[in-house]
T-cell receptor
Framework: NAGVTQTPKFQVLKTGQSMTLQCAQDMNHEYMSWYRQDPGMGLRLIHYSVGAGITDQGEVPNGYNVSRSTTEDFPLRLLSAAPSQTSVYFCASRVTGTGAGQPQHFGDGTRLSIL | KQEVTQIPAALSVPEGENLVLNCSFTDSAIYNLQWFRQDPGKGLTSLLLIQSSQREQTSGRLNASLDKSSGRSTLYIAASQPGDSATYLC????????????FGKGTKLTVNP
């Protein structure tokens, strides 16, 4: 039972490079989301998806793209990396339509440094 | 805009002590409130979830309460152990089924042997 799997765990980029952070879940959860965690800021929502083919913006979407072609995968793309995007990125998933009683499941994070 | 505040930011206690972590939120229109644990360099582990219609939840030595009218939640840890050392995060899920979580900045707990 893998839960939510994020790859890579660590990455160093140069300013202007692009990359994709991968997120996969094996729990057949409809809802998936991406957060970034910065010191003194807490976790902030970047993008989220309520099902395959449906995505929407969160609190801090600028500089990031997402798509959801399958239920299992929800990749996050950095189009042109900037030092301000240095952060720890977490992917989360949850089953939907079952009321307010289900917690969200988080991956172990991707630690991204942009030089 | 929903804001979540956690006090204190850090707490250090001797082993065996009972302790309370506090969380407050500005808008009472929430779907639920969740407490998470985060160990250094790790992801978030869900500890307790309290639905908006509930007043408290318990799991082992942990008890979480919710008072929507006052915008407050507490996480009570009984008989603390060094293994409880971690950062504890409070998050509210916004009403309306959007499933968005708004997080506090966390309380870093250190339990000394």
């Amino acid at each position: 039972n893998a839960g939510v799997t994020q790859t890579p765990k660590f990455q160093v980029l140069k300013t202007g490079q692009s990359m994709t952070l991968q997120c996969a879940q094996d729990m057949n959860h409809e809802y998936m989301s991406w957060y970034r965690q910065d010191p003194g800021m807490g976790l902030r929502l970047i993008h989220y998806s309520v099902g395959a083919g449906i995505t929407d913006q969160g609190e801090v979407p600028n500089g990031y793209n997402v798509s959801r072609s399958t239920t299992e995968d929800f990749p996050l793309r950095l189009l042109s990396a900037a030092p301000s995007q240095t952060s720890v990125y977490f992917c989360a998933s949850r089953v939907t339509g079952t009321g307010a009683g289900q917690p969200q499941h988080f991956g172990d994070g991707t630690r991204l440094s942009i030089l | 805009k929903q804001e979540v505040t956690q006090i204190p930011a850090a707490l250090s206690v001797p082993e065996g002590e009972n302790l309370v972590l506090n969380c407050s939120f500005t808008d009472s229109a929430i779907y639920n409130l969740q407490w998470f644990r985060q160990d250094p360099g790790k992801g978030l582990t869900s500890l307790l979830l309290i639905q908006s219609s509930q007043r408290e939840q318990t799991s082992g030595r942990l008890n979480a309460s919710l008072d929507k009218s006052s915008g407050r939640s507490t996480l009570y840890i009984a008989a603390s152990q060094p293994g409880d050392s971690a950062t504890y995060l409070c998050a509210v899920e916004l009403w309306g089924g959007s499933e968005k979580l708004v997080f506090g900045k966390g309380t870093k707990l250190t339990v000394n042997p």
